[in-house]
């Protein structure tokens, strides 16, 4: 697998900010609101990291520039077989179920 520039982590970050935004809305538990709530935080702190980037520097390879960011792969792959008991739009659950792969590979190269 070839290895994600900072665009195509822009492109997977946006993509899961915008699942959480739905999920969190979409949940009617209170707790899992609060987890979703807490990921796009942990996420919202690497956009906004990557955001002080000029553009000339999109085509490099991306690295987590948070530290916190590793904890949000654990806490997606935890997510991943729970999806259908909090969310409730097929079409939210098979965007994380899309996205979560990609995004761990991410984190973690």
């Known amino acids: 697998m070839s290895k994600k520039n900072v665009a195509d982590a822009l492109h997977i970050f946006y993509e899961l900010n915008e699942a959480f935004s ?3 809305w979409e949940t ?3 707790n899992q609101k609060d987890r979703f709530f807490a990921m796009k935080g942990i996420l919202q702190d690497e956009l906004d990291e990557l955001h002080k980037l000029s553009l000339q520097d999109h085509v490099y390879p991306y690295e987590p520039i ?3 960011l590793l904890q949000l792969s654990d806490k997606l792959r935890a997510l991943l077989p729970e999806l259908n008991n909090y969310i409730i739009r097929p079409q939210t659950s ?3 179920v899309a996205l979560i792969p990609s995004a761990c590979a991410l984190f973690e190269s």
């Open 94 to 96: 098979n965007r994380f």
């Open 66 to 68: 948070n530290p916190s």
């Open 22 to 24: 739905d999920a969190y």
């Open 28 to 30: 009617n538990d209170i």
